[in-house]
T-cell receptor, first 118, second 113 residues
Framework: GAVVSQHPSRVICKSGTSVKIECRSLDFQATTMFWYRQFPKQSLMLMATSNEGSKATYEQGVEKDKFLINHASLTLSTLTVTSAHPEDSSFYIC??????????????FGPGTRLTVL | GNSVTQMEGPVTLSEEAFLTINCTYTATGYPSLFWYVQYPGEGLQLLLKATKADDKGSNKGFEATYRKETTSFHLEKGSVQVSDSAVYFCALRGNQAGTALIFGKGTTLSVSS
């Protein structure tokens, strides 16, 4: 099956610093990737939709200047949490949508990144 | 807007017991419905899906039927195994291609031998 990786899997940073999370589709091209955030015992909440070569579309209530998304190629999207604060601590999950017609529009998920801001 | 509601967990069962995890949805039009599973330490994996009313998705002994009249997509398995212990997410995707999934809160299943 299709594989999506995330790096790092876990990161601890100080308040005020920026953290970059990478999402890669390893064996397929993805014109569209999604970034989700998951709080403990909560659902995955969609943060933004990332399209290769264009600006990301953010969900209501998500600060685009705080969560910078760059989808520079068909296999890589990055999420940068700028000036991180403790309330940004969460589990961030990306997913990638296969670009080829035979994929029947299936999302493949990365394993997630645990961010802890001290 | 579209939303998904699934039963609260955790669900604790003995091996070979029957499993039902309820899922209902609210959506305009005709969404596609999914069940994803997340094993400990791993990413979400698609378990099964159904794209139109009365479709039944099935995989690894799990089944779910798309019931438009009750707006439900309940997950069932006749005989669970310890290896089925995981978190199960019900999700929907609206009509438009390329849109993101909307998830329920997830239900933790714990199966003991």
């Amino acid at each position: 099956g299709a594989v999506v990786s995330q790096h790092p899997s876990r990161v601890i940073c100080k308040s005020g610093t920026s953290v970059k999370i990478e999402c890669r589709s390893l064996d397929f091209q993805a014109t569209t990737m999604f970034w989700y955030r998951q709080f403990p015992k909560q659902s995955l909440m969609l943060m933004a939709t990332s399209n290769e070569g264009s600006k990301a579309t953010y969900e209501q209530g998500v600060e685009k200047d705080k969560f910078l998304i760059n989808h520079a190629s068909l296999t890589l999207s990055t999420l940068t949490v700028t000036s991180a604060h403790p309330e940004d601590s969460s589990f961030y999950i990306c997913s990638a949508l296969r670009a080829d017609p035979s994929s029947t529009d299936t999302q493949y998920f990365g394993p997630g990144t645990r961010l802890t801001v001290l | 807007g579209n939303s998904v509601t699934q039963m609260e967990g955790p669900v604790t069962l003995s091996e070979e017991a029957f499993l039902t995890i309820n899922c209902t949805y609210t959506a305009t039009g005709y969404p596609s419905l999914f069940w994803y599973v997340q094993y400990p330490g791993e990413g979400l994996q698609l378990l099964l899906k159904a794209t139109k009313a009365d479709d039944k998705g099935s995989n690894k002994g799990f089944e779910a039927t798309y019931r438009k009249e009750t707006t439900s997509f309940h997950l069932e398995k006749g005989s669970v195994q310890v290896s089925d212990s995981a978190v199960y997410f019900c999700a929907l995707r609206g009509n438009q291609a390329g849109t993101a999934l909307i998830f329920g809160k997830g239900t933790t299943l714990s199966v003991s031998s």
